[in-house]
């Protein structure tokens, strides 16, 4: 049984930071992407970064490119998501997801991810 945890989430001021956290248990896999989404009020699951498990290449949104940073813990089975200069558009459901058979065409497509958290919530507001 796959299971991918996410924290991190909370309330943040305009210009602040958080860092999401994603565990994932239950198996490891060797050529896994790993993405985070989000889903922001009223609005459909969008790409905001991935990282490929084994060579830990990065790809980003245009959205947040330059803001956030993703990043993984191959010990800690536990990628990040480490978010600076947050906007009030940055508000959302953010989720953790898996790619086992790891396809680098379709890293941000979210159909794509076999594997998703349960989202935490993150929200900026003055």
């Known amino acids: 049984q796959v299971q991918l945890v996410e924290s991190g989430g909370g309330l943040v001021q305009p210009g602040g930071s958080l860092r999401l956290s994603c565990l994932a248990s239950?198996?490891?896999?060797?050529?896994?992407?790993m993405g985070w989404f989000r889903q922001p009020p009223g609005k459909g699951r969008e790409f905001v970064a991935a990282i490929r498990w084994q060579g830990g290449s990065t790809h980003y949104a245009d959205s947040v490119k330059g803001r956030f940073t993703i990043s993984r813990d191959k010990s800690k089975n536990t990628v990040f998501l480490q978010m600076d200069s947050l906007k009030p558009e940055d508000t959302a459901v953010y989720y953790c997801?898996?790619?086992?058979?790891?396809?680098?065409?379709?890293?941000?497509?979210?159909?794509?991810?076999?594997?998703w958290g349960q989202g935490t919530q993150v929200t900026v507001s003055s």
């Open positions: 997801a898996a790619d086992p058979g790891g396809i680098l065409s379709s890293i941000r497509t979210p159909a794509q991810y076999d594997y």
């Open positions: 239950g198996r490891t896999w060797t050529n896994v992407n």
